[in-house]
């Protein structure tokens, strides 16, 4: 019992603030939106409806319902915006929601989208959307041995093959080689079922090497956006014999720019420890 009360922590920090919107206090439903986001020149940032678009000016309703009349000339920027709204708060969306701290979700990468990032200041990666439903990247370790046939990548191909309003389904492919031609991976399913604000993530992948050995993983995670740019997540691999790891932490993000603080713990070895985990990943 005691291997696994990491990972009962971690799912508990998502799922308190999850259980306090949901049964603890009233229901309170986020609903998908699109809205304008107005930026002004003083950095001033306005989500609400574009009531007149005039050559000079403009006049834009806030979700307040206050009416404001602005001119061109104080205008950073203005464009729609997808985003959840509960309780009249609008939530802007995580730029990075196909995946979780290294796993992904069920969710796909539109065409023509792709993201670069770094786990762990040491490990960059990209992956690239080639249609709304199938994306691939790759990545490789900055420093690794003195032996340049050792020294490995991966790619990471993945398809989406189920979306509706609620749940997304995925299936890909983690698949780690070196020069020499020796390698290994995990060939996986995932699905993510939730919204915006917050959402419940499951997995199953076979790992497999050269040698042919074979062997289950399952991948249990969560999110739950409190902030209008931050979101707690958590994350967690079980696989034969009870071992994995557990993970929990927070996600900051901004329009494009997401950074990942959390910390991991070993399940099923002798001696308990932590190690940090610190991801980023800008999309472009």
């Known amino acids: 019992m005691t291997r696994w009360i990491p990972l009962i922590a971690a799912l508990a920090l998502v799922a308190t603030p999850l259980a306090a919107h949901a049964g603890m206090a009233p ?17 001033s940032r306005l989500y609400g409806a574009l009531e007149r678009d005039d050559p000079n000016d403009i006049v834009f309703k806030t979700q307040a319902g206050a009416i404001v009349t602005v001119k061109r000339a104080d205008i950073e920027s203005l464009k729609p ?19 979780l701290f290294f796993g992904p979700t069920g969710r796909s990468l539109p065409r023509g989208q792709a993201y670069f990032g770094v786990y762990e200041f040491v490990m960059p990666f990209v992956q690239v959307g080639v249609t709304d439903r199938f ?20 790619i990471t191909p993945k398809l989406q093959v189920l979306k509706t309003s609620s749940t997304d389904v995925a299936v890909g492919v983690f698949q780690a080689l070196n020069a020499a031609g020796d390698g290994g991976g995990v060939a996986y399913a995932v699905s993510t079922s939730g919204n915006a604000r917050g959402s419940f993530t499951i997995g199953g992948g076979v790992a497999y090497g050269n040698d042919g050995g074979r062997a289950g993983v399952v991948m249990v995670g969560a999110e739950r956006q409190v902030r209008r ?17 557990a993970s929990a932490g927070i996600r900051f993000f901004g329009e494009r720019l997401s950074a990942d603080l959390a910390l991991g713990i070993p399940l099923g070895v002798n001696e308990f420890f932590v190690f940090p985990l610190v991801n980023f990943v800008y999309v472009f």
């Not at 229901?27 to 939106?33: E, F, L, N, R």
């Not at 997808?82 to 802007?92: C, D, I, K, V, Y």
């Not at 490789?140 to 490995?152: K, M």
């Open 27 to 43: 229901p309170v439903a986020a609903q998908q939106v699109t809205l304008y986001e107005l930026v002004l020149r003083d950095g």
């Open 81 to 99: 915006v997808t985003g959840s709204l509960a309780g009249g708060e609008f939530m802007p969306p995580d730029p990075n929601a196909t995946r």
């Open 135 to 154: 994306s691939i990247g790759g990545g490789t370790p900055l420093f690794f041995g003195l032996d340049s046939s050792d020294h490995p990548f991966w």
């Open 229 to 245: 740019n931050l979101k707690l997540m958590t994350e967690n691999y079980v696989w034969k014999g009870g071992d994995g790891v």
